[in-house]
């Protein structure tokens, strides 16, 4: 002992032989001045002392916690300093969830408040997944109202089966993925028209049936809301008419039948048949009293244009991790 305290000679040969020493150990605290700067100050403890510096800065990060929105904004049940059971807790943002917790994360049934949804449902990990309901708030500005998505959550997402309302009346019914509209399902608009087949990105794509309210419909391929690729259309009297489909207008040859022996009197305009030309899935194009809209038709540009739907509520909530 006495030849390895004659070698000591500096603060470091100290450092050094303190740390070879089994009974001691290192420590660095941190500490900021006020000034915004950082220090480090090393030192050596023996097993007791760290063993009480464990026991305290377990204490002082305690007393953060309770002090913290964490736990202030929390009113329920507690296990092991952790939310657990059910209670009531209310974000920095206003947000609210109320429900089932399990160690400190929402998980089984619970209501999740902003100030633009409302979702209630299941619950894994803070994430919504399984059965749920989410209603998004539309704001006055942008017409009010809301848009209702009720069905099957993963991971947050709107994914698996369900159905969505908007406030004009429109629905849809079928399959999501990640929050989108995609795979196969029904749109149904208040005007009556309505339409079944492949979906993609929120939006009508693929193979589809489209069907007015007067009985006509159009049964062939659509790309992102537009008639392109092989289809027909279908009168209730019999008389169809087939094509190819580019950009939602007739490509290359086409085909008229007639159910009764008369062909039908067909108008055009501009190298487009009017009369089956108005037949468009951006609503109808008849006036109440069931004439042509003329100034519908009037527009060559608008004769095949075609609603694309859109999702308002393509963003789920935020997740109630957000905030703690």
């Known amino acids: 002992m006495g030849a390895a305290v004659s070698s000591i000679h500096s603060v470091s040969d100290l450092k050094e032989a303190a740390s070879k020493l089994p009974y001691a150990d290192k420590c660095i ?77 929402a998980h089984g049934i619970g209501t999740y408040k902003t100030k633009t949804s409302v979702y209630v449902g299941e619950w894994t990990e803070d994430l919504k997944h399984g059965a749920g309901k989410e209603t998004y708030i539309i704001q006055e500005e942008q017409g009010g109202g809301s848009i209702v998505y009720e069905g099957q959550f993963s991971q947050g997402h709107r994914h698996g089966k369900g159905s969505l309302s908007w406030a004009d009346g429109a629905t849809y019914d079928g399959d999501f ?9 029904t749109f149904k608009w208040k ?21 007015w309210s007067d009985g006509t419909y159009y049964e062939g391929q659509y790309k992102m809301g537009m008639k392109d690729g092989d289809g027909g259309f279908h009168l209730k009297t019999g008389n169809t008419m087939k094509c190819h489909w580019k950009d939602g207008k007739p490509w290359g040859s086409v085909v008229f039948r007639a159910k009764e022996l008369a062909p039908p009197i067909l108008d055009w305009y501009d190298g487009i048949m009017v009369a089956w030309a108005t037949r468009s899935e951006d609503g109808s194009p008849r006036d109440a009293d069931g004439k ?33």
């Open 29 to 105: 605290t941190v500490n900021k001045s006020q000034d915004g700067e950082t220090k480090k100050k090393e030192e050596y403890l023996t097993p007791e002392e760290m063993e009480a510096k464990r026991l305290r800065d377990i204490e002082e990060a305690a007393e953060r916690r309770k002090k913290s929105i964490s736990h202030t904004g929390f009113k329920g049940d507690w296990v092991d300093e952790r939310k657990h059971g059910k209670g009531h807790f209310t974000y920095e943002d206003g947000a609210t969830f109320d429900g089932e917790w399990q160690k400190d994360r």
């Open 177 to 185: 993925s990640q929050n989108n509209i995609e795979g196969v399902g």
């Open 191 to 211: 005007s009556g028209q309505k339409y079944s087949g492949q979906v993609s990105e929120n939006n009508i794509h693929g193979a589809g049936r489209y069907e």
């Open 292 to 324: 042509p809209n003329s100034s519908f038709v009037s527009s060559a540009a608008g004769l095949f244009s075609s609603r694309k739907i859109k999702s308002n509520a393509s963003s789920a909530a935020p997740s109630p991790r957000a905030g703690k």
